[in-house]
C-alpha cells in the first residue's frame, strides 16, 4: 500500500484510437444549417439545446466523441444532476482540503463537487442532441465556409467550441506565451483517495498551484502554472512521487484565463474559444456546458424564428460580456494570491474557515454558473433562419 492507501500499480491497457484514418477517411463536403466544431463540453451543450428543432445540425471533431480527455473532470455535482449525466459520476466530496508550507485547511464546501468519467459523460450529453457526427480536423474559416481535412463545410450558424486555439477567430492567432493563457499538465495513475486536495506551495509553482482528484480507481494528480512560461512537467512528476504515485497516463494543455469575445465575424465562441474557463481555479468544464447552453438557446430562438441570426448572436454576445465582473475579479485574485507572502497567506486561509464566510464565498463562486440555468426554458419549434 502507498502512503496514500493506494493499492500496488497495475499498469492500464494504452486506449485504442478510434478516429478515422487513412482510407477509411472519405470527403466531406456539405451544407448544413448548423456547424458546431469540437466536441467536447462546450459543443456538445450546444447540440443538446438544438434537438427538437429539426435543423440539419453536423458536430465535428478531430477525435471521436470522448475519445481525449481534457481534464481532471471535476464539476460542481448539482451541474451533473440537473443535465441527467449522473450515471458518469465516479466520486463526490463535500470538503476541500488546502495544503500550503504552513498550514493545511478543511473547508466543508455548501455544495459538493464530483469527478466524472469523460467519456460517459460525452456520451450521455451527446445522447441529448440530434446531429450527425464527423470527425474532421479544422484548419479555419472563410465567412460561412469551414475547411477541414476532408472538404469544406458551409453553414448560416457556426459555433467554435474548439478549445483555446480559437480556430474560427478572424486573423492570426496570439499563441503562448503571449496570449492570456495558463497551462495545466496531470497524470492519471491507478490508486484511490478520499479528498480531493490542493497545494499552493511556491517550491512546487511560483503562481498556481497542484491538485489531487480521486476519480473512482484513479486519481487525477497535476500542476497548473498562471504563468505560460513555467513549464509545469516536473512540479508534476514531483507531486505525483509525493504521493507515491507513478507519473503515467499524461494529458495537459493551455488553459484560457482571460474572456475573449464571444462573437466574431458572426461565429458563436463556447467554452475555452471565448476565455469562458474561470480565472484563478481554472474551473472550465461547467462553463463551457453553461455558455453552451445560452448560445444553443439563442440559436435555437433563431432557427423557430423568433429572432434573426443577428439577434441572437448580439443577445448571445451580451450574456457572456455580462459575465466580465466576474472574471475580472477571479483574474486578480489569481494576480494577488501568488504575491501574498506565505505566511500571510497561511493565516488568510485559516481565518477564513468559518462556516458563514465559506457558504458566502462559495455560493457566489457558484453563482458565476448555477445549475440552475440548465432548467431554463429553450426556444420553440423551426421554421426560417432569418439573416435580416
Ligand atoms: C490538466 C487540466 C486539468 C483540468 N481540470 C479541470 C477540472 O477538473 N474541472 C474543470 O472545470 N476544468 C478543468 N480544466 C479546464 C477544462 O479542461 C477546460 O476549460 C474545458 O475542457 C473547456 O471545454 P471546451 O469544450 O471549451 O474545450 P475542450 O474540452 O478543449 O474541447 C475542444 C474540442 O475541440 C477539438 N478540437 C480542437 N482543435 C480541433 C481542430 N483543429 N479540429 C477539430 N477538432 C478540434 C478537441 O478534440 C476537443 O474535443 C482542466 C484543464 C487542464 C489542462
Known amino acids: 500500500m502507498s502512503a496514500l492507501g493506494r493499492p500496488p500499480y497495475h499498469p492500464l491497457p494504452m486506449p485504442t484510437r478510434a478516429t478515422k484514418r487513412g482510407d477509411q477517411r472519405t470527403r466531406l463536403e456539405r451544407d448544413c444549417d448548423v456547424l458546431i466544431c469540437g466536441a467536447s463540453f462546450a459543443g456538445l451543450a450546444v447540440a443538446r439545446e438544438l434537438a427538437g428543432t429539426g435543423a440539419d445540425v453536423l458536430v465535428i471533431d478531430r477525435y471521436e466523441i470522448g475519445e481525449r480527455q481534457t481534464s481532471a473532470c471535476g464539476i460542481p455535482t448539482a451541474w451533473l444532476e440537473q443535465l441527467d449525466l449522473h450515471a458518469a459520476l465516479q466520486q463526490t466530496f463535500g470538503e476541500l482540503v488546502i495544503h500550503t508550507p504552513y498550514t493545511t485547511v478543511d473547508y466543508r464546501l455548501p455544495w459538493t463537487f464530483s469527478t466524472f468519467d469523460y467519456r460517459t459523460l460525452c456520451s450521455l450529453l451527446a445522447d441529448q442532441g440530434a446531429f450527425t457526427f464527423e470527425t474532421a480536423k479544422v484548419n479555419g474559416r472563410a465567412g460561412r465556409t469551414v475547411r477541414t481535412d476532408r472538404g469544406e463545410i458551409r453553414a448560416p450558424l457556426i459555433v467554435d467550441a474548439l478549445g483555446w486555439r480559437r480556430v474560427l477567430g478572424a486573423g492570426p492567432n496570439i499563441q503562448p506565451p503571449d496570449a492570456l493563457l495558463s497551462r495545466g499538465l496531470e497524470v492519471h495513475p491507478p490508486g484511490a483517495g478520499t479528498d480531493m486536495e490542493i497545494w499552493i506551495d511556491r517550491s512546487c509553482v511560483p503562481a498556481g498551484y497542484g491538485w489531487s482528484f480521486p476519480a473512482g480507481e484513479e486519481v487525477r494528480i497535476g500542476v497548473g502554472s498562471f504563468d505560460p512560461r513555467f513549464h509545469v512537467r516536473d512540479p508534476t512528476e514531483r507531486l505525483a512521487g509525493e504521493l507515491d504515485a507513478p507519473a503515467v497516463r499524461y494529458q495537459g494543455n493551455w488553459i484560457p484565463h482571460a474572456l475573449r469575445e464571444a462573437v466574431e465575424d458572426g461565429v458563436f465562441f463556447v467554452g475555452d474559444s471565448a476565455g469562458h474557463c474561470l480565472p484563478l481555479t481554472a474551473e472550465g468544464i461547467r462553463t463551457a456546458l453553461y455558455f453552451g447552453l445560452a448560445a444553443g438557446r439563442e440559436m435555437h430562438a433563431a432557427l423557430a424564428g423568433q429572432r434573426t441570426v443577428p439577434e441572437a448572436l448580439g443577445r ?72 435580416a
Open 316 to 387: 448571445y454576445r451580451a450574456f457572456s460580456a455580462s459575465h466580465a465582473t466576474a472574471f475580472r475579479w477571479m483574474l486578480r485574485a489569481q494576480r494577488l494570491i501568488p504575491r501574498v507572502a506565505p505566511r500571510l497567506l497561511a493565516g488568510s486561509l485559516r481565518a477564513m474557515q468559518s462556516r458563514r464566510f465559506l457558504d458566502w464565498a462559495f455560493g457566489h463562486y457558484l453563482e458565476i454558473a448555477h445549475p440552475r440555468f440548465v432548467s431554463a426554458q429553450p426556444g420553440g419549434q423551426r421554421t426560417q433562419v432569418s439573416f
